[in-house]
């Protein structure tokens, strides 16, 4: 097995390839992964299942778990990378299946649940997208990473819009539910979030909560305020120029010495040398 993100630059928070030879092997990254299949057909395996993704099919897969989409001879097909923090920004939480999925695995330890879509004829367009998408990343100018994103956000409510929409795997709706729950609380009150406010939201005692949050995500709940805090503070610095003692405001911490010996504890920079470091030119 190997890991994605040694193949594709870290900097990038989206990336697309056209029929890519390396993701014939099981990987494991921590993007959310969309696999669009235009001719042929590709076997997938996720978790303990694998199916075919037909002609005009599109599969949406979680971070952080062990996969494998391999491509017939004549399969034309494309892979993109999501990062976690692209999907949050583009789905605002709306009220559709993508942000479900999205809620249901961003903290997921393992979910080897996988989003489908199939039509019986996708429309043209959709593979124009998809080429355009290309382009931008071969381009890797001032402009592309925004146009990626408008590209991608067409591209959903494009499957949407015409495909139908299944989400394959596990069926313990109650659970997933609750994983939904902790996503959407922790992403939107990370600054100021507490075990007591999730289990009110849960309805759970603090001590069940605690156990809850632990065993399906394998963090514990202060952990997973920092892993956001930290995701946050890596697309601050690298997509924005926000001073840094403004981004330790934003992110919640009560001075900029605390955020900066979090962070360099974390990634083994300070914030000013990890910028300097890996900001795209």
Known sequence: MYSCETLFPAHNQITIIKNPSAAEGRHNHTFF??????????????????FFLPADSFAFLPPD????????????????????DVLEQ????????????????????????????????AEPDTWVL??????????????????????????????MRNGEMTILGSHDFSKKTHMAVIARYLLQNYTC????????????????CSHFVLENT??????????IRMQKAVSYLLYADTPVNLIAEQLGYSCSENFMKVFKQEYGLTPTQYRARMKPQ
């Open 130 to 159: 998809l080429d355009a998408m290309t382009q931008e990343c071969q381009k890797a100018d001032l402009y592309s990473e925004k146009m990626l994103f408008h590209l991608l956000l067409t591209l959903f409510y494009k499957l």
């Open 65 to 84: 778990t062990a996969h494998l989409v391999h491509p017939n001879q004549d399969c034309i097909w494309y892979q993109l990378l999501i990062a976690p």
């Open 218 to 227: 394998g963090f514990t709940f202060k952990q997973l305020q920092k892993k």
């Open 33 to 50: 992964e969309l696999d669009c299949v235009k001719v042929g057909r590709c076997l997938a395996e996720l978790g303990g299942h694998s």
């Open 193 to 208: 979030a507490s075990l007591a406010g999730l289990a009110d939201q849960l309805n759970y005692s603090l001590s069940y």
């Open 90 to 121: 583009l789905l605002s939480f709306d009220n559709n299946i993508f942000c479900e999925f999205f809620l249901q695995s961003v903290f997921a330890k393992e979910s080897t649940d996988c989003l489908i879509s199939h039509t019986d004829s």
